[in-house]
């Protein structure tokens, strides 16, 4: 038999094959004409076995011999119809089932059942009794053993969609009529599957008798308890150190360096969080209730008007811009009254307190100017004409060379104090006889001040100049009525900025760029040092009581130090976007003000109380818009009107403006 | 009533109390409510015109229980809860409008201050330092010289009283001086303006004067400056009146050789302390009552003989100007910096709230004056560049002067029926022909 040299591939099954083709091997010869697939092989086998085993029961008895005959027939038939079926196997089987179908369209569910019961191939008797049941000749049966147990079930043919539609019309049952798939029969559901289906639609529970709302019982007894539910022991975790804590100490760390400025981040971009939804604000000025008021011929400035500086009535108020003009208006009416044209940019404008002294200082470039305003009548002018009389050029030194030298100019009426570097600031005592002024550095720094690209590599070159300089060569301090110069006899370990004079007492504030240092001139010792944790300070304000600061920083932010309090700043508002330019303080109300490159000012009540108790408030108050932007630079300047709550703005786009509460 | 209900009807008598040529017919008549001022115009138009053929065609205003009805009849009914069944007075005045503009009178620099009390001359300050007296639109009779620095506020020392053709006067400056001048009224008639000197300069103030005041019966001056001070003055006028004749020799005697040996210094009688800013305008409407406005946000009000504070204003903001006039000369009417004119009645007791509130301007006021016979209007001007005519019977401006082309800077009326202004266009502007009475 070719079955005795099988594959490789045969399994297990195959070796019982052999075992069968074996015993069947001198019985019947009729197999080996079968080079078919190895289950069409099994079949032919299982079949000769079966014959075989029939053999033996010829052997035995004779009352058989009619099943003998049938049986032998049939696998004559078997043997046969493979002969047919040898050379194209697929074809024939969808033959064969095609012809089944149609011919035994009534087939019913038994048979189908035992053909898979056939396919056990164990039981044998069991196989014989039911075919006996079955009056069908041997060729359609085996056909049916022969597709089944290739592993194919057949299905039943659809029925034509007309037949089934006319079939269901007069079927009233038909609604309950289901399609099994998996079994591939129609099934037709109880009602009271159908109220389940019902139920489970709904979403409820599928049985009706299933109560949702059952009372709940609670197992547990929870009185008497003296032990807790788990006496499981306490965790080694909780007695360990936690990772995470011993990463905080870091992180506490970092905080600090934060706050004392050591390490610094990029400024976050701020995005504008509103939009005008109806178009442009151009009708914005009427809406507020702030007049903003222009003064005439402001327009004439060429460059942006960098600082200004109000008389001390209010009736006047100083400007000064980049294109060299120093300017006097009349707050009242706006007009511009006397007009001086320098060389240079003018960086500070300074009005003298006192009322009887209209004098201005006024920085540009390396020259501290003392101009005579011409307000007052014949005596005043006479007395200044006197003050602001020098006879020679007269050269203030301590030390062999030369610090300032005070040199008469006519040409703009008054007196040329020149420095050897560029005067950035000037600012009076309050009885107007003394004057400070800052040399922050040379021009080239100035300007590298001012472009905030360079900022990094400005403050390493900042850096080694601090360390050049041994005693503050920034900062000088005048008098007028002597003319006199001299240093401020203290070291200033950084740049200076800015300085400012105590409002009621002898005492002197030189601002550097990280902290504010506080000196008692009548004492020569330094009193306090403010330090204020922030990148860059740029400008200083004092409160008419003289107890409170507040500082203005190049990152935008107000720091209002209380000095009675500490010396770490009270409060931190950070309000502009941009650089602070400057920050003011009214003399007589409960005002400061801010003005930031972002083209804004704030106004804010800063209320401080005469009770030591009580810290001051601080209230933010009103954005005033209005200056727009130019070349990156808003407002260079704000000050109040010393008398009513109006504050003058300057602007980057050479115009002055004035707020009014409304 | 044959009407059709769509269009209510009113029966209205028009009544007024202007002059013959002006009186309606008294009859009541029937006019639709859905009339405006135009409409109710016309109608009296047509009624005048029916009694006199000759009747020249000119606006009017209509007055309804003392208010100027300025929306539609049946609005204005509804508004002021008025019955329209009842027959409806309405009174008619002639509209507040300047007929005419006259030319502009071009100053050298803005024009600070401005007086028409006297209705000859016009009297202005100029902020090139002079002081001009024109007698019309265009016309500058004299030009006073002497003051080195702006001048702030001007008055005319005897607007009435003008005796030998003489027209006393005085001007405020930022120089710290007031100066008293004294001019010819035939003088300077031809083209070229006559040039006077002062012939007095009062020292005294150690700030920029900001306002001067004169009282008409004793010719005192009273001057507010930015020292925060009012100061008194005399000024010889009224004893000089006597010799006149002496001192207009003396002055065509040494003319203009040595005109400053003619001044003489004076010095403040009285002082008034109190205010804590810059006084920035003065009324003096009596012997012992002067008003002074200031920038420290009060008006005051002191006896000018004992030199004591009487009574005091308090507003929030500054004032720039001040008023004294209406019913009974007492309503003080005061702008400042705000866009809002106010209205106080000081015989009011226990408030301090103002009676009207004007609220069309849209810039600071800058100058606000009573008329000297009506007690209802009162004029207005302002940084927006706009003059505004005011009754005190309507919350709108009764009418607007819109000549400017700058701020105005100061404005008064002149000869009752005009309104002078000045501002920083250097124009002095003469709106003439505003019928108020």
New interface residues.
Partial sequence: MGVSAPPKEADRLKTTVDENARISDEFDSEGEASEGSELSEVATEEGGGSSGDEDASTSDGSGLDDDDEGEKGGSGEEAEARGSSSDDEDASATDNDGLDSVEGSGDSDSERSRVFEESDSSEDELLEIQLEMFPWSGTRMSHILDMTLKGRITKKERQDKLDSFLANVDDSKNWRKIYDDYNDEDVELTKEEAKMISRLLNGKAPHAEFDPYAPYVDWFKWDDAIHPLSNAPEPKRRFIPSKWEAKKVFVVKYVRAIRKGLIKFDKPKEEPRFYMLWGDDSGAADKTNHLSYIPAQSQSYQGPVVSISTEVSGEWIASGSTDGTVRIWEVESGRCRKVWQFDEAVHYVAWNPMPELPILAVSVGQDAYLLNTGVGNEETQRKLGELLYVEAAKVSDDSNNPICSWIQDDEHGGIKLRHAKTVSSVEWHRKGDYFSTIMPADILFLLLFSLAIFRLYASAFYVALTCLSRESKSVMIHQLSKKLTQRLPFKLKGIAVSSVFHPTRSIFFAVTKKNVRVYDLLKQKLIKKLETGLREVSSIAIHPGGDNVILGSREGKLCWFDMDLSSKPYKILKSHSKDVTNVAFHRSYPLFASSSDDGTAYVFHGMVYSDLNQNPLIVPLEILRGHTTFNGRGVMDCKFHPRQPWLFTAGADSSIKLYCHN | MDVDMDERQIQARFVTKLNPPFKAPPSAITIPATVTRLGLSTIVNSLLKAGDPEWETQPFDFLIDGELVRMSLDRFLLAKGISAEKTLEIEYIKAVVPRKEEEPSLHDD?V?AVDGSCSRFILTGC?DGFGRVWKGAGVCSHILEGHTD?ITSVSIINPLGIINHLLYSTTASK???LRLWKMDSEEGVDDVPAKIRPFKIL?GH???VGSVAVDLCTKQICSGS?DCRVNLWQTDVSSAEGDSVSIKKRKTKNGTEEPQLECFQGAPVSTLVGHT??VSSLVWPELDTIYSAS??HTIRRWDAETGKDVSSIICGR?F?CLSVGGEGSTLVAAGG???ILRIWDPRKPGTSAPVYQFSSHT??ISACQWHSKSWFHLLSAS?DGKVMLWDLRTAWPVSVIESHED?V?CADWWKEDCVISGG?DSKLRISSGVPVL
């Fill in positions: 803005w600070s902020y702006v120089d710290q001086t020292r150690s700030a920029s930015w800013q810059q920038w420290d500054p720039n910096s705000t866009p810039s600071w940084y701020k800077l920083r």
